[in-house]
């Protein structure tokens, strides 16, 4: 099954729309929904700033995609780290991403690699886990340089991880 980038955003937001239930972060998303971006922007920030993943997630997304901000890669990459260091999937995906792409990272197919993997891992919503692990899998470079360089293939990734 094809998933479409589109698809997937959809998906994401009516996911952290539900995370959100009541209050300031639903708010939020609704100001996101009706294209009030800057309404969202204000409603997330202090969330963000107090370690929400969720907001900091929507907000990384904020940045990423230039909705009400400046499209700014290295604002994005800070947002979907912090959530993503809490463990929140869809970060660690969208940050695997911007390893990937190269966008306000340099590019770096082994930390893409770790942080799709940590995604598939810990996702539990199918289409991000299917998408993260198609991508971390089409990786075979990284995979085999993995292998080639360590005994059992997992010190290689300790050494990544202890890098973050």
Known sequence: MKTSAKGTICRLFS???FMASAGPLADGFAANNR???ATALLLWRP???QGDAVAQTA???MYDKGRGVLQDFDQAV???RKAAEQGFSEAQYNLGYMYDKGYGVPQDCIQAHMWYNLAAARSSQGD???MAI???NSRNRVGKFM???STDGRSAQRNILKKG
């Open 35 to 37: 294209g009030d971006y």
């Open 128 to 130: 991000i886990m299917e």
């Open 47 to 49: 969330f963000a700033e």
């Open 78 to 80: 800070y947002w979907y």
């Open 15 to 17: 996911w952290l729309r």
């Open 134 to 136: 198609k991508i971390r």
């Open 59 to 61: 907000l990384g997304f």
């Open 147 to 149: 292998w080639h360089n």
